[in-house]
């Protein structure tokens, strides 16, 4: 009895595996997987480019306005070149997801 117990699910798994299913023919996604991806990874590294970007040049500006408050608008215009990285990320995600398949 006990052999029976350990045997049976190898003996399922067996008998299932023989049976082959009849698939229906379904298209090829893999070129609209690759678009999504390579959209998905220029958004999120642009993303995280502007993050790091924002964070420097935002920390370096307001240190430099503590001492000099005439930098200021200086170190708004760097500040917006940083931005500028996510929103060309955004865009060229776009972009590769209106691309015709």
């Known amino acids: 009895m006990k052999l029976v117990k350990k045997l049976l699910p190898l003996l399922a ?9 009849a698939y229906a023919e379904t298209p090829d996604l893999t070129p609209v997987a690759f678009k999504l991806l390579s959209a998905a990874l220029s958004f ?8 790091w970007a924002i964070s420097a040049a935002g920390s370096a500006s307001m240190a ?11 170190g708004l215009i760097i500040t917006a070149l940083g931005e500028a990285i996510g929103i060309y990320g955004i865009v060229m995600g776009i972009l590769i997801l209106g691309q015709a398949v």
């Open 64 to 74: 430099a306005a503590a001492e000099r408050p005439e930098l200021v608008t200086y």
């Open 13 to 21: 798994v067996l008998s299932l595996s023989i049976i082959t299913p």
């Open 44 to 51: 999120s590294a642009a993303a995280l480019a502007a993050g």
